[in-house]
């Protein structure tokens, strides 16, 4: 099992994922890199009730913080990999099990890729800085050779309801990590560039989050140096203790 520390210093690896309609895509192992999605199998709110992201299509209604919105688009990647090997850092699944947010969410266990953000704290955190390994921690639903990703597009960067948790929807960067982007040219021509996020979202560059613990350790009894992120896992951390009397 990856530990939160471990994910964070994998930054400048590499490795090759085998993805459905194209070559091997190379990614990175750092944050800029991780993908950003949800996993096949995921509920979403809708209008008409709860409904698997890959039943969704475009054109299709989706319950989100700001009402109803109508799917623009939906980004699709399967990974693959060999029997008896480990998933890479960059795709494997962070399960967020049930209640693990609070008293009633997510409702079921929601599986999202590293860098998919959670609506927290009026803020999006990629989920792979939440990692406690106590309740949010690297998983799949069950063995599996091969994982899928959806992501939902919208006119604007939004928050929806995933298996009733408030997660990120797709805000139109790096689109063409996706195996059918080209099904997004051919419907509105040139892709747009990224959109302005619903709201702050927050994330780590290089080794700040290590600067950022070394002073917290130094000088916490005086003051709380904390970030948004530490302060977001430190919650949800204690929230996992919770859980386990």
């Not at 090759?16 to 990614?27: E, L, M, R």
Request: hydrophobic share 40%; net charge negative.
């Amino acid at each position: 099992m990856t530990t939160r520390r471990q994910l964070f210093t994998a930054v400048g690896a590499t490795s090759t994922i085998a993805a459905v309609g194209g070559a091997s895509i190379p990614f990175l192992a750092s944050a800029s890199y991780y993908s950003r999605c949800l996993l096949k199998g995921t509920k979403i709110s809708t209008p008409s009730g709860d409904r698997l992201v890959q039943e969704l299509q475009i054109g299709d209604e989706v319950h989100t913080l700001s009402g109803p919105k109508t799917i623009k688009w939906i980004g699709y990647n399967k990974f693959t990999k060999e029997e008896g090997r480990a998933w890479q850092d960059s795709v494997m699944p962070i399960r967020v099990p049930r209640f693990a947010i609070d008293d009633h969410t997510p409702s079921c266990d929601l599986y999202l890729s590293p860098g998919h953000s959670i609506f927290f704290n009026e803020a999006l955190i990629p989920v792979m800085y939440l990692i406690n390994e106590t309740t949010i921690a690297q998983g799949t639903p069950s063995e599996t050779s091969a994982l899928e990703y959806y992501h939902i597009e919208f006119d604007t960067h939004e928050v929806i309801y995933a298996e009733g948790a408030l997660v990120e929807s797709f805000d139109g960067a790096n689109r063409e990590l996706f195996s059918n982007f080209v099904q997004y040219e051919r419907l509105y021509g040139v892709a747009q560039s990224e959109m302005k996020p619903f709201a702050p979202i927050l994330r780590y560059n290089g080794g700040r989050q290590e600067l950022k613990g070394l002073v917290r350790s130094l000088v916490s009894n005086v003051i709380d140096v904390r970030d948004p992120i530490q302060i977001a896992y430190d919650q949800l951390a204690k929230r996992a203790e919770g859980m386990l009397v």
